[in-house]
């Protein structure tokens, strides 16, 4: 197995700090959203059709926290030591999670806004097949760039302790894979959390009780993966390599830090999640749980 090592590029700084920040970021999203995926699964009264799609969320961000620690490993090492396949199972891995995570988010934030402006409550089945839905379609679209169909292809991060969709090589069909992609995983998601939740504030609004701040969901989005997509969208237009390769490595690891604020805001803030937490962590009984 070929064994791929840090650029020269790199200082022995640069690469201790993007180690430790890796391994800092993907074991607190790991410990965080673990507690939360347990609580649904232990806590009787956390099981519930909305808070499936939390749950699903917090298996999504999983992955990608699993996929953080990899790159964090490879930078303690100072060689990426899985060779070219290892790679694109990894890129592979880690894009499934994110492509999950972020049409998680849209269900959610529609979820929310039934609930809360129409009354209407989730059915498992309809939960169950929207959940089935997101993990096939990820699964789809995350195994397009692999070399078996090689639309767009995966590649080393600058560092090349990571692997992702190689936004140096506009050749081919990066453009257009990349353009689909920000439309169906970004732009969509994007638009629907703005729709329900701007719905949701115009009903707190006229009923002046607000529950919680509408703008904080798409705000993590917008501030975890929009400079990298943003990025990604320039790449498509000018050449990336004009920036410094230590530039190119900050956007993915900051993007990284999703999962955290996931855990945090969609688990341990959320009303209808943290009592199972809360449950799960002290053995206390929960009189009940609201929905939120």
């Not at 049409?103 to 409550?121: F, G, I, P, R």
């Not at 999703?258 to 937490?277: D, E």
Request: proline share 4%; net charge neutral; with cysteine.
């Amino acid at each position: 197995m070929t064994v791929i090592r840090i650029p020269e590029a790199f200082s022995d700084f640069d690469i201790f700090a993007f180690g430790t920040f890796l391994f800092a970021e993907g074991a607190l999203g790991f410990v965080l959203n673990s507690i939360a995926a347990l609580s649904f699964i232990l806590v009787k009264e956390q099981r519930d059709p909305s808070n499936f799609l939390v749950f699903n969320l917090n298996i999504a961000d999983l992955l990608l926290n699993i996929n953080t620690l990899i790159g964090a490993y490879s930078s303690y090492l100072r060689v990426w030591p899985y060779g070219i396949e290892g790679c694109n199972l990894h890129a592979f891995q880690g894009t499934v999670g994110i492509y999950a995570c972020i049409s998680l988010l849209a269900l959610v934030a529609w979820d929310k806004y039934h609930y809360w402006c129409t009354n209407q409550e989730l059915y498992w089945a309809t939960s169950g097949t929207m959940v089935v839905c997101v993990w096939v379609t990820a699964i789809f679209w995350a195994a397009l760039p692999l070399p078996s169909f090689g639309w767009a292809e995966y590649g080393f991060e600058p560092m090349k302790t990571c692997c992702c969709l190689d936004n140096t090589k506009t050749e081919g069909g990066f453009v257009s894979y990349l353009l689909a992609i920000s439309c169906v995983y970004f732009l969509i998601p994007l638009l629907i959390m703005h729709d329900s939740y701007s719905s949701i504030y115009a009903y707190f609004k006229k009923t002046h009780k607000f529950k919680f701040n509408t703008c904080i969901p798409e705000m993590v989005l917008l501030l975890s993966w929009g400079p990298y997509a943003a990025f990604c969208l320039y790449a498509c237009v000018y050449d990336p390599l004009e920036f410094s390769p230590q530039f190119r490595m900050m956007l993915p690891v900051w993007a990284k830090t999703a999962p955290i604020w996931h855990a945090i805001l969609y688990s341990f803030t959320n009303v209808a999640y943290k009592g199972g937490i809360w449950k799960l962590l002290t053995g206390q009984k929960i009189e009940k749980i609201k929905t939120s």
